[in-house]
C-alpha cells in the first residue's frame, strides 16, 4: 500500500468533522429545496401565471439543463485548481441568490402582471440553473479530496438520503403554507424560507477544512477540453449506446414535470395532498438512492437502468389510465425509482467506461450531452399536452420508456465485461 500524501492525511485527520458539516449543508439545502421544489412549487408558481404546460415543463428542465450543460466545459479549469472551496463558495451563490429573487417576484406580482412575472420567473430559473451547474464540478472535486475514496460512496448515499428526508418534512409544510395563504403570498413566504435555509446551508458548506494541494502538477498549456471526445465516441460503441438511451431518458421521463398540474386539475387535489405527494416521491428517492446504488455496486449498474426504465413505463402508464388520486401515490413512487436509477446509477455506470485518465471526461460527455433534450423533451410534451392533453404525453412516455428499455436490455452492455482502451491521444 502507498503511503499517504500530505493532502491524503489531512482529510483523514478532518473527515468526522467535515462529515458533520457537509450533512448540515445538504440537509439545510434540502429543507430549502422543499419549500421551493422544482417538481411542485416552483411549477405550481408558473402554473398560477399561465396554462401553458411547455411552460410548466420548463421548470424542471430549465434546473436539469443548467446543471448539466456547463460541467464539461469547466472540467479543465477545475483540474487546475489547488484548492476548490473558494471556486465553490462563489459559484454557489449564484444557486441560491435567485430564490430571494423567486420571492420578491411574487410579492410584486400583482403590481407588474402575470408577463413581467414570467419573464423575470425564467430568467431567475435560468440564472439558478446554470449557477448550479458551474459549482458542479468544483464542489465533487472538493469532496473528493476531503472524503477519502474509501468512505466516499457512503457520504453521498448518506448526504443523498439527509438531504431528501429534509425535503419530504419541508415539502408538507410547504403544502400547508399554500393552503393557509391566498396566492402570491403563499409563495413569498415558500420562497423566503428556502432563502434563509439556502444561507444556513451555505455557512455550514463554508465550515468546510480543505487542505491545500501544493504537491499538484498543473501544466502550463493544457490541451483543449475537446481534444480526444471525438476519439472516444468514435472508438466506444457501448458508451455511445449509453449515451442514446441516456439521451432518449429524458424523452421518456417528460410527463414526470406534468403529473401535479394533471392531479391538480383533473382531481382537484388540494395544497396538502400535493405536499404528501411530494413527500412521497423523495422519500422513495431517499431509499432509493441508497438501495439501488448498493444493489447496482453488487449486481451492476446496468440492471438498475433497466429496473427504472420499466418503472418509468409503469409510471407513465398509470398516469395514463389514472382513475383518481390515489393511483399517484404509486405514480410518484415508480417515477422516483426511475429518476434515481437514470441519475445515480446512470452517472456511475458513466465512469465504469474507462480507465482514471479517460474518466473526466467520460463524466463530461456523459453530462453535457445530455443537456439539450433536458430542455427540448419538456418542450415536445408540454406541445403535446396544449395540443392533444395530458393523457397523450403519458401515452407517448410510456411508449418512449418501453424503447429506452429495450435499449438497455439488447444494446447496451456491461462496461466491466469489455476490456478497456484508451481512446484519447
Known amino acids: 500500500m502507498l503511503p499517504l500524501s500530505k493532502v491524503e492525511q489531512l482529510s483523514r485527520r478532518h473527515l468526522r468533522y467535515n462529515v458533520i458539516v457537509n450533512l448540515a449543508d445538504g440537509g439545510f439545502f434540502g429543507l430549502a429545496l422543499g419549500f421551493a421544489s422544482f417538481g411542485t412549487i416552483l411549477p405550481l408558481f408558473v402554473a398560477s401565471m399561465t396554462d401553458s404546460a411547455t411552460l410548466i415543463g420548463l421548470v424542471p428542465a430549465i434546473h436539469a439543463a443548467g446543471w448539466l450543460l456547463p460541467q464539461l466545459f469547466t472540467a479543465a479549469h477545475t483540474s487546475r485548481l489547488r484548492r476548490y472551496k473558494k471556486t465553490v463558495l462563489l459559484n454557489t451563490i449564484h444557486e441560491r441568490l435567485p430564490f430571494l429573487g423567486f420571492a420578491i417576484v411574487a410579492l410584486i406580482l400583482p403590481a407588474i402582471g402575470v408577463q413581467a412575472g414570467l419573464i423575470l420567473t425564467f430568467l431567475l430559473l435560468t440564472w439558478q440553473g446554470l449557477g448550479g451547474g458551474f459549482t458542479a464540478n468544483a464542489w465533487t472535486s472538493m469532496i473528493s479530496k476531503i472524503i477519502p475514496s474509501d468512505y466516499r460512496g457512503t457520504f453521498f448515499g448518506m448526504q443523498a438520503a439527509v438531504a431528501n428526508l429534509f425535503i419530504s418534512g419541508a415539502a408538507v409544510g410547504a403544502g400547508y403554507l399554500l393552503d393557509w395563504y391566498e396566492a402570491p403570498l403563499n409563495f413569498v413566504y415558500c420562497f423566503l424560507i428556502a432563502t434563509l435555509f439556502f444561507t444556513i446551508s451555505w455557512f455550514a458548506l463554508a465550515l468546510t477544512r480543505e487542505p491545500t494541494d501544493y504537491d499538484k502538477v498543473i501544466e502550463e498549456k493544457p490541451s483543449p477540453f475537446w481534444h480526444g471526445t471525438l476519439s472516444i465516441l468514435g472508438g466506444n460503441p457501448n458508451f455511445r449506446w449509453f449515451l442514446a438511451a441516456r439521451f432518449l431518458s429524458q424523452f421518456a421521463t417528460m410527463g414526470f414535470s406534468f403529473y401535479i398540474v394533471y392531479a391538480l386539475r383533473r382531481f382537484n387535489a388540494d395544497a396538502v395532498v400535493l405536499g404528501y405527494l411530494t413527500a412521497t416521491l423523495t422519500i422513495t428517492q431517499t431509499a432509493a438512492n441508497v438501495g439501488m446504488g448498493w444493489l447496482g455496486d453488487r449486481i451492476g449498474h446496468r440492471a438498475m437502468l433497466i429496473l427504472g426504465a420499466a418503472s418509468a413505463m409503469l409510471s407513465s402508464l398509470l398516469a395514463w389510465f389514472a382513475q383518481s388520486l390515489a393511483w399517484f401515490f404509486p405514480i410518484f413512487i415508480l417515477a422516483a425509482l426511475a429518476n434515481v436509477s437514470i441519475w445515480t446509477n446512470g452517472m456511475t455506470m458513466a465512469t465504469t467506461f474507462s480507465g482514471e485518465k479517460e474518466r473526466p471526461f467520460y463524466i463530461g460527455?456523459?453530462?453535457?450531452?445530455?443537456?439539450?433534450?433536458?430542455?427540448?423533451?419538456?418542450?415536445?410534451?408540454?406541445?403535446?399536452?396544449?395540443?392533444?392533453?395530458?393523457?397523450?404525453?403519458?401515452?407517448?412516455?410510456?411508449?418512449?420508456?418501453?424503447?429506452?428499455?429495450?435499449?438497455?436490455?439488447?444494446?447496451?452492455?456491461?462496461?466491466?465485461?469489455?476490456?478497456?482502451?484508451?481512446?484519447?491521444?
Open 365 to 425: 460527455l456523459a453530462q453535457t450531452l445530455t443537456a439539450p433534450a433536458t430542455i427540448i423533451a419538456p418542450l415536445i410534451g408540454g406541445w403535446v399536452a396544449d395540443t392533444g392533453g395530458f393523457s397523450y404525453t403519458f401515452g407517448l412516455s410510456a411508449v418512449l420508456s418501453a424503447a429506452m428499455t429495450a435499449m438497455f436490455i439488447f444494446l447496451v452492455k456491461d462496461p466491466h465485461k469489455i476490456p478497456m482502451t484508451d481512446h484519447r491521444p
